[in-house]
């Protein structure tokens, strides 16, 4: 009896420790899956927030080239606006590093959108952007691309993962934008449409205005005072207000609906040379030395007239009848005016689509037009740069 | 005699036992595999908002993506053939109608529903996902955070 006691005490206990064993496996096991569960949870959450980074990366792409377009093309193509040259000066080209200037602020956006503290458990390394132009056979623009490389993947540090992903991409940018410079510069740069254009204007006004002729006689010259200006005046009143409206119409003919030009300043001068012709012994002009002949008669002045003289005259009783032996010389003066313009002329050309960009004057973001803005300062005569 | 009776006890103990064991064992293993599935499940529901908001931003419609549509919500309200779109897709994830759902940009509300029978305000539910999106350039923020919260 006592055998079997013992027995049934050693397998109760053997039973017990079986069971107890059993309960701690299965409830450590379970801890250990419900913490698995949760880490299993958590990269997978993890994953899909990676994966909605992923898919904004090419947005933030293109938000940073927009608002960097936007900016560079505020500021003509230059860093910014400080630093601001005219396109040309008269003959002096300026045409900036645009693409290298775009690239730099594409990558400093980039770096701008990386290092929000919303992406706080990313990692992103510093961005290089690439900006690459294909033409067609005909050198026209067909495609830009823009590349943004990174050194390294980009980091997501889970509390006892990390994630790796690439952010590298390519994007297709606006060719219209490019085409803006490209418009620019063949318009603006390589060829002076402005200066053509200013001396249109200016043939225009010399044709009617270039010249003016005074005859004057010899005797007369000394009464006479000339005044080109008065001449001109006489001719065409307010000569240079018409040039100068003349021109900016003129300049404004260059305008399309993706092109405006505003005058900022425009200068207009004209200068005379005058040249000289004499014509002697003129008919026209009064007579300077009489052949005078003493005759006999009573009516003395029709005597001549009938007798063919020209001249009579009586002196002490004594009728003379004469002819001119010499006139007065003619003087022709010619003055030929020289117009000259010069003009500063602020071009704005904007592309056709509408981007989402921020406007610091305005203070917001918004859908819009991308512009190219600079100034062009020429003149019909390159030597002459009063701006 | 005894000791056979003995024998015999030992031997109904025994069995009696061993079934005792395995139920035990069979329980155990069935409560192990409960909890499993409800594991699974919790991982499951957790990770489907996710998975649904993600879906959501790769969508396009017309000429824009999700994505772009939801951050210009900033300074262009999405259009009603935008929200029709979100809707419809988000109806379709959900494959029958849920109590509740919202989806918001920040504080703002893009598109929500309620059923007559629920009464809160869908914010603090079960299926819920967060994640950031860039928006166009602006001086306040560059990065929203958009959420999705349902229930089913």
Same mark, same amino acid.
Do not use: C
């Given at each position: 009896?006592?055998?079997?006691?013992?027995?049934?005490? /050693?397998? /109760?206990?053997?039973?017990?420790?079986?069971? $107890?064993?059993?309960?701690?496996? &299965?409830?450590?096991?379970?801890?250990?899956? /419900?913490?698995?569960?949760?880490?299993?949870?958590?990269?997978?959450?993890?994953?899909? &927030?990676?994966?909605?980074?992923?898919?904004?990366?090419? #947005?933030?792409?293109?938000? $940073?080239?927009?608002?960097?377009?936007?900016? *560079?093309?505020?500021?003509?193509?230059?860093?910014?606006?400080? /630093?601001?040259?005219?396109?040309?000066?008269?003959?002096?080209?300026?045409?900036?590093?645009? &693409?290298?200037?775009? #690239?730099?602020? !594409?990558?400093?956006?980039?770096?701008?959108?990386?290092?929000?503290?919303?992406?706080? #458990?990313?990692?992103?390394?510093?961005?290089?952007?690439?900006?690459?132009?294909?033409?067609?056979?005909?050198?026209?623009?067909?495609?830009? *691309?823009?590349?943004?490389?990174?050194?390294?993947?980009? #980091?997501?540090?889970?509390?006892?993962? !990390?994630?790796?992903?690439?952010?590298?991409?390519?994007?297709?940018?606006?060719?219209?934008?490019?085409?803006m410079y490209d418009y620019g510069f063949e318009k603006f740069v390589n060829k002076d449409s402005i200066r053509e254009k200013i001396e249109e204007a200016v043939e225009k006004i010399t044709t009617n205005c270039g010249e003016i002729l005074v005859e004057i006689c010899e005797n007369e010259i000394s009464q006479t005072k000339i005044d080109p200006e008065e001449k001109l005046n006489e001719k065409c009143p307010n000569v240079d207000n018409v040039l100068e409206s003349m021109t900016i119409d003129k300049i404004k003919e260059l305008e399309t609906s993706n092109v405006m030009l505003s005058i900022e300043e425009i200068i207009v001068k004209h200068e005379v040379k005058e040249e000289y012709n004499i014509i002697k012994d003129n008919a026209d002009c009064g007579c300077e030395i009489i052949d005078w002949l003493p005759v006999e008669a009573t009516a003395c002045a029709d005597f001549c007239e009938s007798n063919g003289y020209e001249y009579s005259k009586v002196e002490d009783s004594q009728c003379y009848c004469g002819n001119c032996q010499k006139h007065y010389d003619k003087h022709i003066i010619k003055y030929e005016y020289s117009y000259f313009v010069a003009a500063n002329v602020r071009v704005n050309i904007t592309t056709e689509g509408l981007y989402p960009v921020y406007d610091p004057l305005e203070g917001n973001t918004n859908l819009r037009k991308l512009a190219l803005i600079f100034n062009v300062i020429t003149s019909n005569d390159y030597s002459w740069n009063p701006l | 005699m005894k000791g056979q009776l003995a024998f015999f006890d030992i031997g109904v103990i025994s069995i009696a036992l061993v079934i005792f064991v395995l139920i035990s064992l069979f329980f155990l293993e069935n409560f192990h595999i409960y909890t499993k599935t409800i594991n699974i499940q919790i991982v499951y529901d957790s990770n489907e908002a996710y998975r649904f908001l993600v879906s959501l931003l790769s969508l396009k419609h017309i000429s824009n993506s999700v994505y772009e549509i939801l951050s210009y919500t900033s300074f262009e309200p999405p259009s009603d053939s935008s929200i029709e779109f979100i809707n419809s897709s988000l109806y379709y994830y959900f494959e029958k109608a849920p109590k509740c759902y919202k989806l918001s940009l920040g504080s703002k509300v893009i598109t929500e529903f309620k059923d007559s029978s629920y009464s809160g305000n869908c914010r603090d539910t079960r299926f819920k996902a967060v994640a950031p999106i860039f928006v166009p350039y602006n001086k306040v923020s560059l990065i929203e955070k958009i959420y999705l919260n349902y229930e089913r």
């Open positions: 009896m006592k055998g079997i006691f013992v027995g049934t005490v /050693l397998l /109760l206990a053997i039973l017990a420790l079986v069971i $107890s064993g059993a309960f701690f496996v &299965v409830l450590s096991s379970e801890y250990i899956n /419900l913490k698995i569960s949760l880490k299993a949870s958590e990269i997978l959450i993890a994953s899909d &927030v990676v994966e909605a980074v992923k898919i904004g990366l090419e #947005k933030a792409y293109n938000y $940073s080239f927009f608002q960097a377009a936007y900016d *560079i093309g505020k500021a003509g193509g230059y860093e910014n606006e400080l /630093l601001m040259l005219p396109w040309r000066m008269y003959s002096d080209k300026n045409f900036p590093d645009y &693409v290298e200037n775009l #690239k730099k602020k !594409t990558e400093n956006y980039i770096h701008e959108y990386f290092s929000n503290p919303e992406l706080e #458990k990313f990692e992103f390394s510093e961005p290089n952007v690439e900006i690459e132009f294909s033409h067609d056979e005909g050198g026209n623009l067909r495609s830009v *691309i823009m590349l943004v490389n990174f050194g390294q993947p980009f #980091k997501y540090h889970g509390n006892f993962f !990390t994630i790796y992903e690439t952010p590298n991409r390519t994007l297709f940018l606006p060719t219209e934008y490019f085409g | -």
